[in-house]
Every structure is written in structure tokens, then in C-alpha cells.
T-cell receptor
Framework: GNSVTQMEGPVTLSEEAFLTINCTYTATGYPSLFWYVQYPGEGLQLLLKATKADDKGSNKGFEATYRKETTSFHLEKGSVQVSDSAVYFCALSDPDSSYKLIFGSGTRLLVRP | GAVVSQHPSRVICKSGTSVKIECRSLDFQATTMFWYRQFPKQSLMLMATSNEGSKATYEQGVEKDKFLINHASLTLSTLTVTSAHPEDSSFYIC????????????FGPGTRLTVT
């Protein structure tokens, strides 16, 4: 079945450090891939998405590239800010599963000033 | 655009009572809405898929008689937790899919339910 695996958190970085959060997936079809961000006490916000292989999603300085050969969708940001502290969820949506979203376990990011 | 609201944002109820949570798409029509449950520091677990005008589809292990879902219009779905117990305390999040756009979901801000 479909699944998403994320790196364990929490990830603690100093401001302006480089961020990578790893995400790999297993899917039977041709999924779309997403990164969502959740700030404390809030719902999820779509951060970026990619719908096919080699697509790069980007938003607010974050980027992720859909790599079919390695079944990965790693999230990166060149210089993090304190305001980026949140929980990040990788997810996939597979047409073979009626486009239900399958979430990874989430990675908590803490950025220190 | 694509804003989803939930009401209430927080609710505290006594064990044995029922609680209704509303999910509304404010600026679009949503043929499909989803209900998730999130435990502290955990991921989201899909509870059910709600299609306008038809019965909800529940995920395995979710009690449909306990978590009643109604999707009466293209902009409103409700989740009623019946005879709530402390173990039902959780963060409930809904999402909505825009009609005609199959893969993208927009999430509400969530409802924190505490059962005492």
C-alpha cells in the first residue's frame, strides 16, 4: 500500500542554517506529492506541491523536487528563520486510492535565534 | 481564496454528551470533504471521506455510529461525536477538495475537543 516516511525529529537549527527534511514514499500509482506545515495550535497549510516526476515545488524559500528514481521528495531551505519553527508533514495523493492524502509522521523544526 | 473554516475552534464537554463540529468552505464549492483526527505530536489520521448528498465513507477502525458525518451542502460538512468519552479528546481537522480539482485539499484550522 501507499506510505510516506519522514525523518525523525525534532530538528534544531540556528537561524540562517540550511535545512533538509527527508521524505520518501511508496505508491502503487503516480502520486502527487505535498509538503504541509502546521504551526502550534493550528491546522495544516499547504507549503508546496509537485504533481509529476522532476517537478520542483517551491514557496517561501522552501523547495522540494519530485524524484521518481529515488522515490523521494526532500524539503530544503537555504536559510531558515525563527518563524519557520513548526511541524512539517510530507504527504502523497494517489489516484489509485481516490486521491486520499497519506501523511508522514511529521518532523518538528525548531529554529533558534 | 480556498479558505476552510471550522467551528468551534475549542470545545469542552462532559462525558456522555454529544458535540457537533462544523466545517465550511467559504469561497468555493467542495464536493468532497475529509475529516482527520490528530493526537498530540502525531500525524493526521483520516477518519472519513464525506461526499455531498451521500453517505460518508469511513476508514477501517472508525466507528460510524460514534462519529456521525453529514455533508448536506457543497459548502458544509458536520462531524458529530456522539456520547463522547475522554478518549475522544483530540484535535479534529477537516479539509475540502475543490469541485473539479481532484488532488488538492484545503485544511481548516482544527477543533480541539476536550471531554471531561
Amino acid at each position: 500500500g501507499n506510505s510516506v516516511t519522514q525523518m525523525e525529529g525534532p530538528v534544531t537549527l540556528s537561524e540562517e542554517a540550511f535545512l533538509t527534511i527527508n521524505c520518501t514514499y511508496t505508491a502503487t500509482g503516480y502520486p502527487s506529492l505535498f509538503w504541509y506545515v502546521q504551526y502550534p495550535g493550528e491546522g495544516l497549510q499547504l507549503l508546496l506541491k509537485a504533481t509529476k516526476a522532476d517537478d520542483k515545488g517551491s514557496n517561501k524559500g522552501f523547495e522540494a523536487t519530485y524524484r521518481k528514481e529515488t522515490t523521494s521528495f526532500h524539503l530544503e531551505k537555504g536559510s531558515v528563520q525563527v518563524s519557520d519553527s513548526a511541524v512539517y508533514f510530507c504527504a502523497l495523493s494517489d489516484p489509485d486510492s481516490s486521491y486520499k492524502l497519506i501523511f508522514g509522521s511529521g518532523t518538528r523544526l525548531l529554529v533558534r535565534p | 481564496g480556498a479558505v476552510v473554516s471550522q467551528h468551534p475552534s475549542r470545545v469542552i464537554c462532559k462525558s456522555g454528551t454529544s458535540v457537533k463540529i462544523e466545517c465550511r468552505s467559504l469561497d468555493f464549492q467542495a464536493t468532497t470533504m475529509f475529516w482527520y483526527r490528530q493526537f498530540p505530536k502525531q500525524s493526521l489520521m483520516l477518519m472519513a471521506t464525506s461526499n455531498e448528498g451521500s453517505k460518508a465513507t469511513y476508514e477501517q477502525g472508525v466507528e460510524k455510529d460514534k462519529f456521525l458525518i453529514n455533508h448536506a451542502s457543497l459548502t458544509l460538512s458536520t462531524l458529530t461525536v456522539t456520547s463522547a468519552h475522554p478518549e475522544d479528546s483530540s484535535f479534529y481537522i477537516c479539509s475540502a477538495r475543490i469541485a473539479g480539482v481532484s488532488y488538492e485539499q484545503y485544511f481548516g484550522p482544527g477543533t480541539r475537543l476536550t471531554v471531561t
